[in-house]
């Protein structure tokens, strides 16, 4: 059930290169024979590099000491029980008397008891794991978040659990005691915690683990949802990433198709007359008749899969950020266009574009744009994510093309990159 993949493994492919950083075999391998399915331990001798340009002991103490962390981006937690925040937090100060900051004297104070930092949604705070979510994220095609467990010597941070999202761990400084051992209740949703099933983790955590191994810096470790875990540091302070992807799942995909139910005549009629909810029987004929309707109601397949992908994408849109844009580095860009300006599509921007009535439209995000037909060749040449001068764009004039990049740069879809 659990392997530590051989050091000369095929890597992962360019096109999915944050991926491939975490794991030391194929990505088509990955995806066949792990995701989802069982842990992949990837040895640090087996990658090649470290995560140092990601993460640091010196990264901790700068967002500890100096950038106003708020709660809940930071939380602790001593023996298994998480702290309150009054513990480690207090007021800024004169100008930033905001209560729930961090206090990094409080914090040394805990820590030195033995209690562990977690600082979370670091793919909001953090610029190297900024652009390393938002490219993970392009290559699982997933939502993905990233924490980090700064643990004390010889501690623990929480007791045996399952996550209801899958994980990388990223293993920054020091060492950690990781035990792991299959799921009591398998591929569990978010509505599904791990407490929900408290007493069976307990007892599973007693039986013999299927991983139980030391992470030093370097080493990678995937966990699919509902496998149990715990971590104890060892010897110096122990750091490491856990990036959590929130995995898309087939009762997604149903909660997307049932949204087709509106549209069915048969299945917007009312339920007879006095019906009583708490037979069985009587509500066995309404049940079967409202199958038959739904399988009708999704007999098209195109259309369902149509709908499925537009729904999904819209989550997942919602649920992650496009590549940050710089408003005022844009704004004077916009200024100084040229031919010879060089744009290129924002990065992780998904977008729709569709022509019709001699206008070309444009979807992206809250974004819906209208431009003449003419920039369709330009848009698609952008939207491959190429960088290109503005005199270059296909089918445009310098003078048009220059009007239309201004549009596209003032409503985030471009950046400039020079």
């Known amino acids: 059930m659990f392997d ?11 096109l999915r ?8 075999i194929s990505t088509d391998e990955f995806a066949r024979d792990y995701w989802s399915r069982r842990p992949l331990l990837s040895p640090a001798d087996t990658l090649g590099y470290g995560f140092d340009d990601l993460f640091s002991t010196d990264a901790v103490d700068e967002l500890v000491s100096e950038r106003g962390v708020r709660t809940p981006f930071i939380r602790m937690a001593h023996e298994g029980s998480v702290l309150k925040p009054a513990r480690y937090t207090a007021s800024g100060g004169f100008g930033a ?3 729930d900051q961090v206090s990094s004297d409080k914090v040394l104070a805990e820590f030195a008891g033995g209690a562990t930092i977690v600082l979370q949604g670091l793919h909001r705070l953090w610029p190297p794991l900024i652009d390393f979510t938002r490219r993970l994220i392009d290559d699982v095609g997933h939502p993905a978040q990233v924490n980090a467990y700064v643990t004390p010597a010889s501690s623990r941070g929480f007791d045996p659990h399952y996550d209801t999202h899958d994980v990388f761990v990223l293993q920054i400084a020091g060492e950690k005691h990781w035990t792991i051992h299959a799921p009591v209740h398998a591929d569990p949703l978010s509505n599904q915690p791990w407490s929900d099933h408290a007493e069976a983790v307990a007892a599973a955590a007693e039986q013999q683990p299927v991983i139980d191994q030391v992470l030093r810096p370097g080493d990678a470790l995937y966990l699919p949802r509902g496998w149990i875990h715990s971590a104890k540091a060892l010897g110096d302070t122990s750091v490491h990433l856990t990036i959590g992807m929130a995995a898309y799942t087939r009762s997604d995909v149903v909660d997307a198709l049932l949204s087709v139910v509106g549209d069915a005549e048969d299945l917007r009629t009312s339920l007879p007359l006095g019906i009583d909810l708490t037979d069985a029987d009587a509500l066995r004929p309404v049940v079967e008749q409202t199958v038959q309707a739904l399988m009708t109601a999704l007999a098209d ?7 499925a992908s537009r729904r999904l994408s819209s989550r997942l849109a919602a649920a992650t950020r496009p590549e940050p844009v710089r408003p005022l580095a844009t704004i004077a860009a916009v200024t100084a266009l040229s031919g010879d300006t060089r744009v290129r599509w924002r990065g992780s921007l998904p977008a729709r574009i569709d022509e019709a009535d001699g206008r070309v439209r444009l979807r992206a995000r809250a974004k819906d744009l209208s431009l003449p037909a003419e920039a369709s060749p330009a848009l698609r040449q ?5 960088d290109v001068a503005i005199r270059d764009l296909e089918g445009l004039d310098d003078a048009s093309a220059i009007v239309v ?3 596209l740069l003032r409503e985030g879809i471009l950046v400039a990159t020079e």
């Open 4 to 14: 530590a993949a051989p050091q000369d493994a095929q890597r992962g492919s360019v």
């Open 17 to 24: 290169p944050a991926l491939s950083r975490c794991i030391n």
């Open 97 to 99: 008397e905001v209560g």
């Open 301 to 307: 397949s195109d259309g369902a899969s149509e709908l």
């Open 382 to 386: 952008l939207a491959e994510g190429e």
């Open 405 to 407: 990049v201004r549009r």
